[in-house]
């Protein structure tokens, strides 16, 4: 089961728990990026002529990229706004 909590100015953190398989923390993308460079399960803010949407995304981090934005991927040129580690494979 998955709650998050939005709100006019954003958004609240929180945790997300999958039964029988795993367990996701969010972190706000601004106030706590990543620490390393790699790719990361994330959600994302798009807003156009028909209003604000969010999804959810696979999305690369490089912290030394600074023309493009430190987060990319090929189709994603919207906002991020949450992350977390992509969870380990079940075995």
């Given at each position: 089961m998955s709650q998050l909590f939005w709100?006019?100015?954003?958004c609240a953190t929180a945790t997300v728990v999958v039964p029988r398989t795993?367990?996701?923390?969010?972190?706000d993308a601004q106030k706590e990026p990543p620490?390393?460079?790699?790719?990361?399960?994330?959600?994302?803010?798009?807003?156009?002529?028909?209003g604000t949407s969010y999804y959810q995304w696979n999305c690369a981090y490089n912290p030394e990229n600074t023309w493009e934005g430190k987060w990319s991927?090929?189709?994603?040129?919207?906002?991020?706004v949450l992350w977390t580690e992509l969870p380990q494979m079940p075995v």
């Open positions: 709100f006019a100015g954003g795993f367990t996701l923390t969010w972190k620490k390393e460079g790699g790719r990361y399960w994330c959600v994302v803010r798009d807003i156009n002529d028909l991927s090929n189709a994603l040129r919207k906002d991020v």
